[in-house]
């Protein structure tokens, strides 16, 4: 193995050049050029003390990025004039690893090596190594990485072996993952909405309207760089209209004041958002949509915030738990972890103590940037453990019977051998956003859209010609298969706005979304009452009933049926609502019955709850209210069987309604059979609308 090892480095230091003379800076080799040799040794001097400070605070634990950057101004200048010493090279070769710039790294490590591999720092194998593993060169930077193992000194070697033997494991990662790439999966970087500086965190709603994400581009309130040559963070936001994004626009309120708070995420309604407030141990913000402004940032509660930094998170589509990412060290595992915290009480804004997600998701490495889907079952996260290519990698994670499953990596060229941090999908699972600071951005980190349009079919034979010329071996007429299907996310986008009936003006209204088989409220939120607007997110699997109400409106009602096996639809729908006068009525879609009979079933409960109690609250406003429940159905059967069935269903309604405490005389029933229809009966889909239980005022 040793043999093997050392043949192949030998082959990698020989490709890099032919051998060169290692010049070292004394004043004896440039007896021609004093005046040149004087100012590049100031300039030596001057990168050497630079080099030397960031060192300094790379020991420290701090970040040295800017040291790295300034000492290699003075270091080029004392280069171009002698480009044959090997510790300049060196120098040179690190300060633009450190800066971030790996790539070109490179050739100065390699030239480096070249000049005098004798009397080579240690870590210089380590850092080419890990260079050319960015470059995927993989063989290369694998047998750099193992020389390194032999050349360290013990200790160093001890303290840092657990790192050392992750990159070897990235690089067989990253080699098997490059040499399978996702087929039909484009990552395109959205040029329109980068800058030179860092861009990163993008989050969207749901129904991929609303996008907002970080900039450490200039803004008219920034003008000082930070350590790292970056401006102060501010927020950028566009809308979406018809598949095209609107240009960008810095985000207002609460974001006026640069660097006081960057967006970690929207709701998936667009409603809320969850804000990062930097700072030596940050905290984590939310702030709600009142009509048209966003209302002032709220800390969320200390058993979600602590003495450690917790700086990103999510909300579940319901709201009532939030997941987050935190260096606290209580169930910690190493470095950041991802928790979650569940909502105990809206009303005093409590919430239950953070706990750690599992050992499923976090490892000993940085976890983070967590991103539940709109499905409320997908998590996707990155991590620089499991099986990673290097650096942070995006992982995917579904919860089945109630654990999270072993995380998948999303392979490439979603994940590179560089950083890929946040990931955001939209609910149809046709486009997702990430933050990458891959080689060829436009600087710093990028936001990339990934585009997912499914793995092409092969050809496959459909016949066999007998060709004249070569009859022995029968050629095959190839056909291509049906095009692929997208995988779709198994849930319904149900999206739209609240109205008056009569004016068209919107409403802020109670929306109610209800598990019908178990008569359970699961989610309830309210439209905007500037705009009307409202987004839920349904996932399959349930039967749903929805809601929706307003003081001194009458009730309105939807029905989704949404088996395991639903595809993703995204239904649009405006929900007008209608005051309580004369003979106004509704359609109660979630009254059910079985086919042919007129037995209530249980599923009905919460929508005859609903009922019952708007008829006591009108009734008390008006109290010679007078109702009428009726009965309709499809025109199947004779007219005959569909008046009676239909009588008695509205009958049953009725019975229902005076045993859970209405009046018998505030209530009457009648069967129309099919004769009021509201849409065609020549099909099935029609049938369905058309059998229903309405209710009507008839007086007052």
């Known amino acids: 193995m040793r043999k093997s090892l050392g043949i192949l480095l030998s082959f990698i230091l020989f490709s890099f050049t032919v051998i060169a003379q290692n010049i070292e800076f004394k004043s004896s080799n440039f007896k021609d050029n004093k005046d040149g040799f004087k100012a590049a040794e100031t300039n030596l001097e001057a990168g050497n003390e630079l080099f030397k400070q960031a060192l300094k605070l790379q020991e420290e634990g701090k970040n040295p990025y800017q040291l790295f950057k300034q000492a290699q101004i003075p270091f080029t200048k004392a280069q171009e004039f002698n480009p044959n010493n090997a510790e300049l090279n060196y120098k040179i070769g690190k300060c633009l690893y450190f800066s971030k710039d790996i790539k070109n790294s490179i050739p100065f490590f390699q030239k480096s090596l070249k000049l005098d591999e004798k009397n080579a720092e240690p870590d210089l194998y380590y850092l080419l190594g890990k260079a050319l593993k960015n470059d995927y060169k993989f063989a290369d930077a694998k047998a750099l990485i193992q020389k390194y193992k032999t050349v360290e000194r013990s200790k160093i070697l001890e303290k840092n072996l657990e790192e050392i033997n992750r990159e070897l494991t990235q690089c067989d990662n990253a080699e098997a993952l490059y040499k399978t790439p996702l087929a039909r999966t484009w990552v395109e970087n959205m040029k329109d909405w980068n800058s030179e500086y860092d861009d990163y965190g993008a989050t969207i709603t749901a129904d991929e309207s609303s996008l907002a994400f970080n900039s450490k581009r200039q803004s008219k309130a920034t003008i000082a760089k ?197 990931f955001v999908m939209s609910a149809s699972g046709k ?143 405006d929900i007008r609502l209608k005051g309580a006068c004369i003979g106004c009525k509704i359609i109660l879609k979630n009254i059910f019955f079985d086919s042919g009979k007129f037995i209530i079933r249980p599923e009905s409960t919460s929508e005859l709850t609903r009922l019952a109690d708007l008829i006591k609250d009108i009734a008390r406003v008006k109290p010679g209210i007078k109702i009428e429940i009726s009965g309709h159905t499809d025109n199947v059967g004779s007219e005959t069987s569909n008046q009676q069935l239909s009588e008695n269903r509205a009958k049953a309604v009725v019975k229902y309604l005076v045993d859970h405490g209405i009046a018998q005389t505030k209530l009457s029933f009648k069967g129309y059979g099919s004769k009021e229809a509201v849409v065609t009966n020549s099909t099935a889909e029609g049938r369905q609308e058309n059998r229903r239980t309405e209710f009507k005022i008839l007086e007052d």
């Open 226 to 422: 930070d350590e790292f040559g970056q401006y102060s963070t501010i927020v950028m936001q566009s809308t979406r209209d018809k598949g095209k994004w609107s240009p960008l626009i810095q985000f207002g309120e609460p974001f006026t004041s640069p660097g006081i708070f960057e967006i970690s995420a929207y709701s998936y309604d667009g409603q809320s958002m969850i804000l990062y407030k930097p700072g030596p141990n940050g905290d984590l913000y939310q702030c709600d949509l009142e009509g048209a402004k966003w209302n002032v940032p709220y800390r969320l509660p200390d058993k979600v915030n602590t003495d450690a930094n917790e700086y990103q998170a999510c909300y579940s589509g319901d709201k009532i738990r939030i997941y987050y990412v935190t260096d606290q060290p209580y169930g910690n595992r190493g470095g950041t972890d991802i928790y979650f915290s569940g909502l105990m009480n809206p009303k005093l804004n409590t919430w239950g103590m953070g706990q750690t997600i599992g050992s499923e998701l976090n490892t000993t490495v940085d976890d983070g940037y967590i991103f539940l889907h709109a499905d409320d079952k997908t998590i996707y996260f990155s991590s620089k453990g499991h099986n990673s290519m290097g650096g942070f990698d995006i992982f995917k994670s579904e919860r089945l019977a109630g654990r999270w499953s072993t995380p998948v990596n999303l392979g490439y060229p979603i994940n590179t051998v560089y950083d890929e941090t946040s």
């Open 431 to 573: 486009h997702a956003y990430i933050t990458s600071d891959r080689d060829g951005g436009k600087g710093g980190s990028d936001i990339y859209k990934v585009t997912y349009l499914g793995p092409i079919k092969p050809p496959v034979p459909d016949i066999q010609d007998q060709l004249l010329a070569d009859i022995a071996a029968p050629q095959k007429d190839n056909k291509l298969e049906e095009a692929v299907k997208v995988e779709s996310k198994n849930l319904t986008i149900l999206k739209g706005r609240v109205l008056d009936d009569y004016t068209g003006n919107p409403i802020k209204a109670d929306i109610e979304i209800v598990d019908n088989q178990k008569n359970e409220i699961i989610l309830s939120i309210k439209s905007n009452s500037s705009t009307g607007k409202f987004l839920v997110s349904l996932p399959a699997g349930k039967n749903y009933g929805i809601a929706v109400k307003a003081p001194d409106y009458l009730f309105h009602s939807e029905n989704f049926d949404l088996p395991e096996t639903s595809d993703f639809q995204l239904v649009e729908k």
